[in-house]
Nanobody, 119 residues
């Protein structure tokens, strides 16, 4: 099994920055890729960013391109999401997710961390 624990959420003013962290533990060798998702009140969960286990490939939702950066430190089994130029519409619970090798979907999920951007 794999455990994912997010941290780094909080309250920030519009235009500010936050860095989220996701620490993975357990059978981390099962993980093929990692991603960040978010869910705002009354909305469905949406993909934000993804990264391959090697870090050579990254993917972003159009809404965050140029503002958010996903990265990883394999030595620490940690994935980061640097969020700059935050907007009130970025307010959501942010979830870290892991995808097993050969799986078409994300199999492991963290508990989420709240990000609130005030205008």
């Amino acid at each position: 099994q794999v455990q994912l624990v997010e941290s780094g959420g909080g309250l920030v003013q519009a235009g500010g920055s936050l860095r989220l962290s996701c620490a993975a533990s357990g059978r981390t060798f099962n993980i093929y890729a990692m991603g960040w998702f978010r869910q705002a009140p009354g909305k469905e969960r949406e993909f934000v960013a993804g990264i391959s286990w090697s870090g050579s490939r990254t993917y972003y939702a159009d809404s965050v391109k140029g503002r958010f950066t996903i990265s990883r430190d394999n030595a620490k089994n940690t994935v980061y999401l640097q969020m700059n130029s935050l907007k009130p519409e970025d307010t959501a619970v942010y979830y870290c997710a892991g995808q097993s090798s050969g799986s078409p979907k994300y199999d492991y999920w963290g508990q989420g961390t709240q990000v609130t951007v005030s205008s």
